[in-house]
């Protein structure tokens, strides 16, 4: 009864069903209201739900995995002790990561492209959810887990594992012929490294990409996305087989890394299902290298490489670097020596593409650059509103939200840096335009949350930077196109 009565404290009346030792809908009155984000937030995660769901039901095999989920489902429950219906207990969690096992599996068979994958891990993150609730025999909305909890973490190891299975399947289900496909670098010979990390900034993309090259010129095989993965190529696939495949990888760390790895956010999240998935199945003993680029390592390593021994770049010490490379060239069968001809191939690996293939990364940058400006000055527009008056806040937030997500900010600037670099002078000038805006928008807010309604003061500033984001939109657009006019 501990347990209730701190959900009484904090303003919850519980009703608690016990005959199967599952909580059912409305075994919670709640006496204390969710916030506006708290509600949008789950407004948003079943609405995910909804379209994953709608997604799997059209396979032919959903039905059937319907009847296995409810068929093994009450196999499982009428074998459970009592000991195994009791909440939050040892033997409880195995009941539910069994239960959670059943659900996916059954999930897993519907998994034949990569629509369906991502729609399967919806599913499973929702399973995770929902195990929990049936671990703790409280509604998950209402009492949400601890971060450090390891009853939580085994959850969430439990369905990496599930996502690691998906793209297994999906990559052996894949019938193109190799060429069509992403191909690691690495066609023979010797074992390759895998660079994971995070998009951070673009300094510290170009630092990585430094890296990359510089392992390269000592005589070590590398794959990075910045150099491998190919136009029109699975990014998620890509992932899978880089990680699997490769022999070693290296992980950046950073706060950011750290953040995206373990929420499971980005494509740094997608990686850390993988990387997850592979420790709990215990494939390649000191396969993981952690590299710590900035912070420290509590505040920047991923909790599942925790106690693992690495390496720390921060300030580019070439012991550092020199033991990396030890421990990289000890199984290298050139070895790790400088050479001018592996040098000059990092070179020529880094060097933007030029003819037709420029021409068409200049009209993607062009598509996806346009998309961006679009989406950048449409997102300002209903704060304005709220600074007029017309709307509040939370109206604002749902138009925002409504919307979907947004065009893929992160291509264009990999397009820029990599294909374009001439073009950075000008992307920088629309960065600062976003910036000031944010700046605007933030202050505003600021003023918002402690009551100060009155937003006019902001709406001359938040309209100048508006306005610096469309002349610098221009500005880019008409640079870019004198650039592929050769001009």
């Not at 590299?291 to 991923?302: E, F, I, N, Q, S």
């Not at 012991?319 to 191939?345: C, F, P, Q, R, W």
Request: proline residues 4%; hydrophobic residues 35%.
């Amino acid at each position: 009864m501990g347990n209730d009565r701190i959900l009484a404290k904090m303003g919850f009346q519980l009703k608690r069903s016990c005959a199967l030792g599952y909580p059912q809908k409305g075994d919670f009155a709640q006496s204390k209201k969710m916030t506006p984000h708290e509600r949008r937030a789950i407004r948003a995660r079943r609405a995910a739900l909804d379209g994953a769901v709608s997604v799997l039901k059209k396979h032919p095999r959903f039905p059937a995995a319907q009847v296995q989920i409810l068929a093994r489902s009450k196999e499982l429950m009428d074998g459970l002790t009592e000991q195994e219906k009791q909440w939050a207990t040892s033997a409880r969690i195995a009941v539910v990561l069994r239960q959670l096992d059943v659900r996916a599996e059954a999930y897993l068979d519907l998994v034949d492209d990569m629509k369906s994958q991502e729609a399967f891990m919806t599913v499973l993150n929702n399973l995770g959810i929902q195990a929990w609730g049936e671990y703790t025999g409280y509604d998950p909305e209402l009492v949400q887990p601890i971060a450090g909890d390891p009853q939580v973490d085994a959850i969430r190891q439990r369905v990496a594992h599930w996502v690691g299975e998906g793209y297994k399947r999906l990559m052996n289900q894949e019938s193109k012929p190799p060429s069509d496909e992403t191909q690691l670098r690495p066609e023979s010979g010797g074992p390759t490294v895998f660079v994971s990390y995070s998009w951070d900034s673009p300094d510290h993309k170009a630092w990585v990409l430094r890296l990359a090259n510089r392992l390269t010129a000592n005589g070590i095989k590398v794959v990075i996305d910045q150099k491998d993965l190919k136009l029109g190529a699975r990014t998620p696939a890509f992932m899978e087989r880089s990680v699997s495949e490769c022999d070693r990888v290296l992980v950046i760390c950073t706060e950011t890394y750290k953040q995206r790895f373990d929420d499971r956010n980005g494509g740094a999240g997608y990686e850390g299902h993988i990387i997850t998935g592979e420790i709990i199945n215990q494939v390649g003993e000191n396969k993981f290298i952690p590299v710590l680029r900035c912070g420290d390592w509590k505040t920047a390593m991923p909790t599942a490489l925790s106690g693992v021994y690495g390496v720390d770049l921060r300030s580019d010490l070439s012991e550092e670097y020199v033991k990396l490379i030890d421990e990289l060239g000890g199984m290298n069968a050139t070895g790790s020596h400088h050479t001018e001809e592996v040098a000059a191939k990092a070179g020529e690996d880094s060097a933007p593409s030029s003819g037709s293939s420029r021409r068409e990364r200049g009209e993607e940058l062009y598509q996806v650059a346009q998309g961006f400006f679009d989406a950048l000055t449409t997102h300002y527009l209903p704060y304005l509103r709220v600074m007029a008056g017309e709307l509040t806040y939370n109206e604002a937030l749902d138009i925002t939200i409504s919307r979907g997500e947004s065009p893929n900010f992160h291509r264009m600037e990999f397009l820029v840096q990599v294909d374009f670099p001439e073009l950075l002078q000008e992307f920088n000038r629309i960065l600062a335009a976003r910036d000031s805006a944010n700046e605007v928008m933030s202050a505003h807010k600021a003023a918002y949350k402690v009551g100060d309604t009155d937003g006019h003061r902001y709406i001359a500033p938040m309209k100048k930077a508006l306005e610096a984001i469309e002349r610098s939109a221009a500005a880019f657009k008409l640079r870019l196109i004198g650039t592929l006019r050769g001009r």
